[in-house]
């Protein structure tokens, strides 16, 4: 009995720094937002509570509808774009179907390692008026006034971005796959291969279920990443032009420290918060529901 | 544990407490102002003193320093966005520095029309301000206060021409706005641009180009009117202004990519020569003359956009104070430090301070004799530009901030033609009426 006290006390005393940086560093910033958020601010002066008015302009907004889409976007081609395709690329290099496996395992890693800013900065170099890609097209399409449009189209400005997306993150996904088939034991690929099966088969019926949870926690990892999505997206263009390329995370930057709304900011951070969470827990009752099935 | 153990660890803790009360102690003394006589004032600058740009702030820090040994600066400097968040934080928590910049628009309109900021005009006596250009004096708050001197003034639109490869074709400066869009397909088959402009941040059409097109089309009169609801947003010089903007990217006159161009990139695409006309800011003039060989720099006119047909004013161009320094309001209870805060603006911003910023590239609203300095030929064009040159208002120092969030991005829409001139006004003339600090008074 008294042991048992003593175990509670000690994991309680074990577990208390790291609560209270817990509770002081993520939970009470939440709390204060979510206070913040029906309040309406002006010149850094609180002016009065509100109620939900902030979240009714804010679902009212267009502006914040289309950069909700942004995030939407980001988030499908995280799941569906990078996760599948950093499966694969491990799978290609795991079972040495391709030859020079070193050179394209660092090759297909790089973009990971290199500063989001510094990305941004190298595309932007790549398609702005004056870049590289502008300068050859306008060589071999002997038109001067050539530039890239897409940025111009309301539907079509985050493609640019999606793609550097896709890009820079994939190889991220890749490792972690790569690291957890590598922990697959050799002997059951080896029984399958004996027993006939192709290499799609293997692909799908033993790697990708014995790395159910390693994309269930890369599916976390692309839900919050794709909701708090900001760095690339602000050096590559601003959200701009017009807003044609803005996220949320960007419209609570501009509300909040350009023009000083903190009320209206804390509740588009609310709103990021309570999606993120939602969506996580989405998630994982999918993956409950898988768990169940292969058990 | 044993007793022993027990003292020993409560010894040890004791201790430990002590030793982190006395640091706490000692940090907190360390604070305290210098017991060498001297005054001693914090500061908060929007500067980089290791940006070659502020060279000029540099010298004159230098040259404050030697003629007044009494006054010591605690200096804290940040840039940008970040200058700015710190700036909010320090006036909410009421820990203000003794002097810190300040603008003359609404940049700074967190401190300037929040009563934090000591209004100068008790102090400033007539001799001192006739020394300086008037369009220094130009009101500050909405009854009539002076927060900062300007040091110079932020000449905001400036159409500068490279008239080697003008003689080259033929042309010469348009006198019209009609002529310059006669002057695109001769420039345009030479294998040249005929006007750089770079609006991916946004605000480079509206400051250097829409401001310009809305003083010539309505007059500062028209947009005091639209300012305070006397008149709208949606009426023919906003609309005409707008017009004009997308008139000129429909007739190809700026070089392709207009909004996915940095301000950096259009500068080079001038400096290359592959664009005739240059539309910017007037203190450009300071990197043309740093970084341009100088048979290019003979080349380059300062002109502002030509004659439109139908407009009121005629040859004007926009311009802004540019920021300064203000001081706390709170130095007017301590003659002392209020004493030296004063004497450090009237020195930075008069003629010794001026003189020496001149020697770096800026044109101080202080006026100075130029025939007494060895200046480079476009310092002096510059010079010569603000002083016979009429000024109307930069619409973003007039309006809300939040309101160019509004503005900016639509002006950017309409020019890729997905929105028209009219539905950009509507649209901005409908956040103004509900929002705007000058049409609802606060």
Redesign the interface.
Known sequence: MIESKDKKLSFFILLLPALLIYLSIIIFPIGVSTLLSFTKW????LVGFIGVKNYISIFTDPEFLQALWHNIQIMLISILGQIPLGILLAYLLYRKLVRATRFFEMMIFLPITISAVVVALLWNRI????GIF?IFMRMITDN?????TI????QWAMIPILFVLLWMHTSLYMVMFLANMQRIPQSVIEAAKIDGASESAILTRIVIPALANVIFTSSIFAISGSLKSFDLVYAMT?G????YTSVMSIYLY?HT?????YGYGSAVSVIIVILSVGLITLSRSLYGRYQKKYE | MTETARKRVRSLALAGLILLLSSTLAWAGGDQEKGNGKIVLSTYFQIDPANPQYEGHNEVMKAFAAAHPEIEFKHEYATG?SF??KF?AM??SGRMPDVFTTYVGKRT??IT??GKVLDLRAYLDDAFMKSFNPAAWEAQGSEGEIYTIPPSMAVCHVMYANTKILNELGLSFPKSYKELLSQVDTI?KA?YYPVSLGN???WPVNSWLLSALVDRMGGKEWFQKAMVGKASFTDEPFVRSLEIVKEMVDK?VF???V????NT?AD??FYQGKSVYLIDAGWRTSAMTTSLPQDFQNAVYMGVFPEIAGAVDHGTSVAVPSEGFGINKELADDPAKLEAALTFLKFYNGPEGAAIRLKYGEIPTCKLDYSQYDLPRLQIAYADFQENTPMGYVIDAKMD??GM?VLN??I??MM?G?MTPKEVAEKYEAWVKENDSNRLG?
């Open positions: 002006k010149n850094f002066a398609f702005s008026p004056v502008t001067p006034d050539y530039v890239v940025f111009e189209s309301p601003g701009g032009p017009v807003n501009k420290f350009t023009y000083n709304n | 966005e700015h968040q909010q006036a909410a309109a967190y029309e929040t345009k294998g991916k941040d946004q190809g070089s392709p990519g909004n996915q161009m940095s990139e080079q695409e901030g939040e969030g991005p639509s950017q829409a890729f997905n606060n």
